[in-house]
């Protein structure tokens, strides 16, 4: 845990100082090491990978199998709208049509925070090519290469396997919106 704090003021400590565009790309890289240690931590603790971390700092890691839901749950675009945290509700972030309960996180995703722009979308661009701009905010993957796809799928592996997140349910057409 204090390992944790020290790296965590360690980066603070880095990021006021430094111009915004040079921000940006340190907050995506400390994010992605944060990320990896994340999923490196849950490959070794769920599938006994003890060198889960080395295998993705060498990037040789397999890709988890993320083609079948882990149950047959379905979520609206109207219910995923809705799942921005406010009145009680729940926080959702959705990633390539998959639905995530990340209530838990309210520090990273709650009002004004830094992933708050994320809650209630799909925001799979902006996950693929670490662009937060509003613009990059969207479920549309077209035109992107097979390394940005990766990335987005590492972000979806840290979701998947994370102890606080959960997996809601695939992303569906609203089935009023057929008849209004």
């Not at 971390?53 to 040789?60: E, G, I, P, S």
């Not at 925001?123 to 990335?151: H, M, Q, V, W, Y």
């Amino acid at each position: 845990m204090r390992s944790r704090i020290a790296v965590a003021a360690l980066a603070a400590v880095l990021l006021a100082g430094v111009v915004p565009q040079t921000k940006s790309r340190l907050t995506t890289a400390l994010g992605r090491f944060f990320r990896d240690v994340a999923r490196a931590r849950a490959r070794t603790r769920r599938y006994g990978n003890k060198y889960a971390l080395a295998q993705m700092v060498l990037k040789t890691e397999a890709p988890l199998d993320l083609s079948k839901p882990q149950h047959d749950g379905t979520v609206t675009q109207t219910e995923l709208e809705d799942g921005d945290g406010t009145d009680g509700a729940p926080v959702y972030v959705a990633l390539r049509g998959r639905v995530y309960d990340v209530s838990a996180g309210t520090k990273f995703y709650g009002p004004g925070k830094a992933y708050n722009h994320f809650v209630g979308r799909d925001a799979s661009r902006a996950f693929a090519t670490g662009c937060r701009a509003a613009e990059c905010i969207s479920a549309d993957l077209d035109g992107l290469n097979p390394s940005k796809l990766r990335e987005l799928d590492r972000w979806m592996e840290m979701y998947e396997t994370h102890d606080k997140y959960t997996f809601v349910g695939t992303l569906v057409e609203d089935p009023v919106d057929k008849y209004v």
